[in-house]
């Protein structure tokens, strides 16, 4: 629960978009990748997440982006995230602090699965 | 429709390629008329007196429309709204006023209010008694279906599921679009399974049922999700009637298949078109050149005649619009 918290405070801070993000993230979340929050993102294009499954570090922030004319969800299978309806060029994101592996799928179109696993 | 069958199996007035027929007719709207289990399709555009006077011997006419997408925008179609009302205009204008509407969802493109708003404010123009609603994925957004429901099935079961009767046809509307587990797709869910059971249970065999939802109930194409995995219970219940019609939308394109005692029939979107099963990239909006965004979007009308009619013997392969 404590990194949970943690997580939320670290999404706050990016938003705000200051340097107080990336101190937090030197400091407290660094996992050797310089003193940036890692970021990465993943698109839905034709009803399918690209990359499908991804590896990411603890602490890495992924963003997915609709890029269909249609809207999706974003909701992971244990309920851990869930985006609104994502329209067209809507972006979703969240910050990964604990390891393990994320099933994730479109609530509205359910054949569309994703994987995101975090070491 | 009497010259147009050649070689006639059954006597039941339609055969192989009468039905193949109804459904080159399928683009550019139909009007259907129901025999003993079995839809005939008809042509807005191309409609004869002929056609116009089988519709006329039918007990009652109700249509269906679906997936009218309001707030919808795309290149697709930019204005869904002036579609939608073009389709109104059109079930307006049919030889014989359908004495309800059954919208099989997708009403809204993101479930917002406006958009509702718009829809109803347009559905007021349409010339009938009243008009029924099933949700599409689109309309429960957010909310988990809150806002549907507070307008459109107050009345309803659980998430929106519900049943009528009219002159001798039962009507249920079933939900398919709630609840979606990763990986899978439509779902009906055990509540609703239990009410639907119970719901049909007491009916006599020869009660023509006719089930509207809004993705298919047959598995049109499981690999863009054109289907609905515990359809195969609901259907089960089925079995014992003579009639059954099942009218579904969500794949934005006539298909009709009939299969024993059931026949499916899927409606055109009045918002934009969709390709046939695995004809392109993803089961997304399909842009059309502008002069023919018309033809591939429509009503469906279906005149209800009783009779002492065999099932027709058709193909069942899938046939795209």
Known sequence: MKSRTFGIGFGIALLAG?????????????QGAGDQPAATSITIDNFSFTPKEITIAKGTTVTWVNHDDVPHTVVSADKKFKSKALDTDDTFSFTFTDAGTYGYFCSVHPIMTGKVIVR | MEDTIKENLNPD?????????????????????MQGGVLKSFAFSGMNERDASSIAKGDFAFAQISDSHIGFNKAANPDVTATLREAIAKLN??????????????LTQLSKADEFDTLDQ?????????IFYVPGEHDVLNDNGAQYRERYGK?????????????????????NVMNLKAGGLGSLGQEQLKWF?????????????????????WAVYPEWG??????????????????????????????????GNVTFHTAMSTAFPQPAPGQGPSPG???????????VLGITNVDFVRGKHTLAVVDSSLQGA
Request: glycine share 10%; with cysteine.
């Open chain 2, 197 to 217: 059971e119970s719901d049909v249970k007491g009916l006599k065999h020869s009660t023509p049922v006719v089930v509207f939802a809004h993705i298919p109930l």
């Open chain 1, 18 to 30: 200051s340097a107080l993000a990336a101190a937090m993230s030197s400091a407290r979340l660094a």
């Open chain 2, 13 to 33: 007035g339609i055969d192989r390629r009468g039905f193949l027929k109804c459904m080159a007719w399928a683009g550019t709207g139909t009007l259907c008329v």
């Open chain 2, 285 to 295: 909006p399909m842009k059309v050149p502008d002069d023919k965004l018309r033809s």
């Open chain 2, 226 to 259: 054109w289907g609905t995995d515990d359809s195969e219970q609901a259907l089960s219940c089925l079995k014992r009637f003579g009639s059954v019609t099942v009218l579904n939308g969500h794949i934005h394109q006539v298909m009709q298949k009939v299969e």
């Open chain 2, 122 to 130: 347009s559905l007021r123009a349409v010339r009938t008694n009243r």
């Open chain 2, 93 to 106: 204008a049919l030889p014989r006023t359908p004495e309800f509407v059954l919208h099989t969802g997708d």
């Open chain 2, 155 to 175: 009345d309803a079961n659980g998430d929106g599921w519900h049943s009528f009767d009219y002159k001798g046809v039962h009507f249920v509307g079933l939900v």
